[in-house]
């Protein structure tokens, strides 16, 4: 099977994203399948004719780790070549579209919220995971929790702190 594994983009969480889209990919291609790692925000050079050529690269599965600090997003936006303001990069789309599907390793605003996934299902393209309404309702919390709650299963204790709140209102 013709893996993307979609990782990085521009969220605090992009060293994990990376990390665990890493790994993933590595797990893949032990298994048999043509898996290739792809950051988000970077896209993939549109040097391929055709983009199912990228799946014949061979790889070489480094260890990944995941740094103690979170990212530098601006340095990041600041190392890309490509000149617009999209969170996507180049040929994101063309390169998912040729897999066979696109392994979300994404973590965060850029790959829980649902954006990737509706834009995927608007461009056709399978993906793992849930679907754009299931991940922009995750994101949310505490809505989440009240869901879960008023459905009649039990979830921990938590509280929502809200920027300027000093007492957190028990939920």
């Known amino acids: ?21 890493t790994m993933v990919a590595a797990a893949l291609r032990r298994r048999g399948h043509r898996a290739v790692l792809v950051d988000l925000f970077f896209g993939y050079p549109n040097k391929y004719g055709d983009p199912r050529e990228i ?29 617009n303001n999209s969170r996507m990069g180049d040929n994101i789309l063309e390169i998912c579209r040729a897999s066979d599907i696109v392994f979300l390793a994404l973590h965060g605003e850029d790959g829980e919220d649902g954006k990737i996934q509706a834009a995927f299902d608007l461009a056709g393209i399978k993906y793992t995971g849930s679907g754009p309404e299931g991940s922009m309702l995750a994101m949310n919390k505490m809505l989440t929790k009240q869901i879960l709650l008023g459905s009649g299963l039990l979830t921990a204790r938590g509280f929502l702190l809200c920027q300027g709140e000093i007492e957190p209102e028990q939920a």
């Open 55 to 83: 799946f014949d690269t061979v790889y070489d599965d480094g260890i990944a780790a995941v740094s103690e600090t979170a990212p530098d997003l601006a340095a990041v936006k600041a190392s890309r070549a490509q000149n």
């Open 1 to 21: 099977m013709d893996v993307i594994v979609l990782c990085g983009g521009l969220s605090a969480e992009r060293d994990v994203s990376i990390t665990s889209g």
